[in-house]
């Protein structure tokens, strides 16, 4: 069938796209490259991957490509599963013949509720999705179908049985060479890397236990399930040879240094071809490895660090002691990694107290640049169902994790630390992370390199202020 892999519009105005771990409207505008859409893509000949938001398309302008193809699959997720359900209402109404479904973890984990939602999805896919799609995409009866759940003829709901999770990553083909494809390379961009960069995957899940994460408890696991270091190699050169105007590669696993002799392998192929590039990593990698890795062209690690209290890491399996992490921190500063911290407010066990401390703590690693979210309680992840338990949600266990103007909520309110409090807590977060003398001169002597970042952060200077008066509202 003629296929259509679609990041639908916002009506919200949400940025991230399909990569992203939630969907909002973000404190600098930035986008994250399509990869779960990319993927199958890459398995179904003569595709397309369309991502709406990141291509600024209005609502009718993506029917209008959507109805000229037979098959359209919708990325979504909790957030912005509401409006995209409406979006293939809509489509259905444009073209009633055409075949919808939707992929993502909201769907994998609700797969029942989200075909009862809106009779204009025809199916939905649990587990790795990247083959059913394709089978979906060939006309293969949907009965016969693993991971798929459908609605059949009649009206009723079919749950097929569970797809087996891919233990051969390197079966998956390329996604670079869709990218170049289907997408404008310069619509993605965030506060941290170059621009414009590139992320890919080298592997799918993580061993690591964290209650609050969304993608190994819904769709990708907990064993790290790796592609060989020369596969991994062979497309970052493709990529250098084929995209010449990527600055930066972004290695995208939940935990990239998981498996350090790998890291290291990969690192060493890196620096061969001369490639700048960043990736994610917990806050444990020992000196040797984060040498290796600098070495060889390594500029940036994405860190979760999540909270400066060490019960509260305890409380959500973070498998991480803030002594580790403040040597780590030490290490990065020692051999020039700069390092993107991500922070959660409203974590179990946190307490107005708890919060002064992880503020104090960012300001002490004093990462370049930070991310502070709200703690979401993902349908599907441990710490839902605490907080179903617990009685932490609002009332009727109604998720509300963002705004109608599109800014993150607190979910989950505690009787000691209210919703508003944690909310606003947040802001202030921020204040005092950045407005800090060392901190403003930072990032003043950041843009004085060159007239390209002087630009680039006078225009995130003027989001992430944006940011905070719509947060203060």
Known sequence: MKTLFLQAPSYDGFDGGAGSRYQAKREVRSFWYPTWLAQPAALVPDSRVLDATADGLSVDAALDIASQYELVVIHTSTPSFPTDAL?????????????????????????????????????????????????????????????????????SIEHNEARPILENMDELPFVAPIYKRDLTIKNYFNGYLKHPYLSL??????????????????????????????????????????????????????TFTDFKPRAEEIARGMGKLGVTWSCNAKANVPYSTLKIMRENGLRLLLVGYESGDDQILLNVKKGLRTDIARRFAQDCRTLGIKVHGTFILGLPGETPETIQKTIEYAKEINPLTIQVSLAAPYPGTTLYNQAVENGWLAENKVINLVSKEGVQLAAIGYPHLSRDEMYHQLENFYKRFYFRPSKIWEILREMLTSWDMMKRRLREGVEFFRFLRAHEA
């Open 87 to 155: 979006f293939a209402q809509d489509l259905r109404k444009r073209k009633p013949s055409l075949l919808i479904g939707m992929v993502g973890a909201k769907v994998a984990v609700d797969p029942h509720n989200s075909l009862t939602a809106t009779e204009a999805i025809d199916f939905v896919c649990r587990e790795e999705f990247d083959f059913t799609c394709k089978e979906i995409a060939e006309g293969k009866p949907f009965a016969q179908i693993l991971g798929l759940s459908y609605r059949t003829p009649d009206g």
């Open 201 to 254: 995957y080298t592997g799918r899940g993580c061993r690591s236990k964290c209650t609050f994460c969304l993608w190994p408890q819904t769709v990708g696991g907990h064993r790290y399930r790796v592609r060989s270091v020369e596969n991994v190699l062979e497309e970052v050169k493709w990529i250098r040879d084929n995209m010449p105007e990527v600055k930066e590669i972004m290695f995208d696993d939940d």
